[in-house]
């Protein structure tokens, strides 16, 4: 993936999370993180499962 595409997947997956009523912190400094610092972090919010809050 090239950058742009790594970034954009994973504001796809911080909103998934945040869509599912888990309270996240969605600001993420892309511009200070390497490629492969994004890639990392993109695997990590990919492997993640959020369980919704009740109520």
């Known amino acids: 993936m ?3 595409q790594l970034i954009q997947a994973l504001v796809s997956e ?3 999370i945040a869509c599912a009523g ?3 912190d969605i600001l993420t ?3 200070l993180m390497t490629t ?3 890639e990392a972090h993109l695997a ?5 499962r959020p369980n919704a809050r009740a109520g």
């Open 2 to 4: 090239t950058r742009p």
């Open 14 to 16: 911080q909103n998934r």
């Open 22 to 24: 888990v309270p996240i």
């Open 29 to 31: 400094i892309t511009g």
């Open 36 to 38: 492969a610092e994004v």
């Open 44 to 48: 990590h919010y990919r492997a993640y």
